[in-house]
């Protein structure tokens, strides 16, 4: 696919992207981060829109807090709550009295942001449209800059480098169509993605990824057909990846396709395979996580790993 890649941006140093528009690259970078979390500062009439605060990490913090200057920090928005986007919200908080700005429900339990976001409305000039798929509270939003062009912050259901991860439960394959579409009928110029630069030209890689799902789809489908397959072992088969995490973003996606097929009366899931160990990514704690992360992750990748499907 037609994705892009950057050379490694200067840390805790504020970018210029657009009129108006400033983007500081977290010090998050990993193979599921890129180089690492786009936060965005916005400007507007009463100072600074903060698109995503990024990770929990206190010199990303620090960072925001330098860039914008003598300009005050009027609101923290989300594109959704996955913890390289949201972690630094509380701290940003504390530092600055600033609202939050996200869809409800939220995917993060426990968490309600000050100001509810949906489908249509504005904040700041930031038109919310939900785009569930790799996360049920995921938001792009559109944005008219100081130029006069007409862009969407298109968070992780579009990114210039790479494709996104849908995992059950709270990611949804039938969502990530369907936010596609909606996609394929904007009229955006620019995408500007939770990773990775800007994406000009954006429902070209739109139309991209759908074919690629639905091209990842049809070859489930074809195995299926032959036999009955359990998902690390299919995972393993589909797709070469040698790291780990990758190894966990494919064995996800096989699971929400067939999560996806099932809901749509085309497979069927059986009595769980007894033991199919060696098809299990070893993972460690996620970046910014702890071990215990890692070891609900290890506990969940097992489980789905030894689910069993085949075609009705």
Known sequence: MSFLQEPEPPRGVPLDVMPGIRRIVARNPSVMTYHGTNSFLIEAADGLTVLDPGPDDAQ???????AAGSLPIKRLVLTHTHGDHFGALQALQQATGAASYAYTPSAKAGF????????GESVAGL???????HASDHLCFEFLTAGGQKILFSGDHV???SSSIVGPPDGDMQDYYRSLETL???DEAFYLSGHGPVLPEPRLLV???LGHRQRREAAILAKLGTETWSIGKLAATLYSKTDPWLKVAAQRNVLAHLIKLQKEGVVQELDPALSEPEFVPKVTAPPGEGEERA???RRVMLADAL??????
């Open 60 to 66: 990303h913090v620090a960072d925001i807090l330098a």
């Open 112 to 119: 309600a942001p000050d100001h509810a976001l949906f489908e």
């Open 159 to 161: 990114m210039s480098w």
């Open 127 to 133: 038109r919310a449209v939900h785009t569930p798929g």
């Open 295 to 297: 070891t609900e992750m």
């Open 184 to 186: 394929l009928a904007r």
């Open 207 to 209: 139309a991209e990824l």
């Open 307 to 312: 689910r069993r499907f085949k075609v009705k």
